[in-house]
């Protein structure tokens, strides 16, 4: 089993390449973030993320149920339970972590043979039409996402591989050569 950290500014696709890797290959697994913010329309608690109170999420904290955490976007708590991997481990799966910046940098340091992979978008023209285009962000917000992605942008040399996700499908391909070659 491979630990793989794909990281990415958001409205980069990594739900997207998730998606595309979970439907084309066999032996993967996402792991699904817990978080404090709210659910998006359609969003299913345990499906899309586990939804849970600031409170609960901090005493997971204080337990030490948590891989990596990081508070986004300056309001709301994401993070990996360790549940997660012993998931993935016992299935004999690889496990997809679709995580930000500062949850890839913990991973990182606890979990130095995970497959980091950062994820860039074509431009940054593209990446502010994606993120308009989702539609599920205040002006004020997609303005913190842009800034954050500047910075998210500027640290992509710590990860193993950057790819750049302008084609799906081949992107799709590269992160599993990747995982192979990883395997050796």
């Known amino acids: 089993m491979s630990l793989i950290v794909l990281a990415g500014p958001a409205g980069v696709g990594k739900g997207t390449l998730v998606r595309w890797l979970l439907d084309n290959a066999e032996g993967y697994s996402l792991s699904v973030s817990a978080t404090t913010r709210s659910p998006r329309p359609g969003e299913e608690d345990g499906v899309h993320y586990h939804f849970v109170e600031r409170a609960r999420f901090e005493q997971l904290i204080a337990d030490s149920q948590l891989l990596e955490w990081a508070t986004v976007h300056g309001d709301n708590y994401y993070g ?33 043979t995970a497959i980091t992979i950062f994820i860039h978008p074509p431009s940054f023209e593209v990446l502010e039409s994606r993120l308009r285009e989702r539609a599920t962000e205040t002006e004020s917000q997609i303005q913190t996402r842009l800034i954050n992605a500047r910075a998210e942008i500027a640290s992509a040399e710590e990860f193993d591989y950057e790819l750049i996700n302008d084609d799906l499908a081949q992107t799709g391909k590269d992160i599993l050569k990747i995982v192979s070659e990883s395997e050796g």
């Not at 993935?88 to 690889?94: E, P, R, S, V, W």
Request: charged share 25%.
């Open 80 to 112: 990996t339970l360790l549940d997660e991997l012993t998931r993935a481990d016992a299935a004999g799966l690889h496990l997809l972590l679709e995580i930000d910046l500062q949850g890839a940098r913990q991973v990182m340091e606890t979990r130095p």
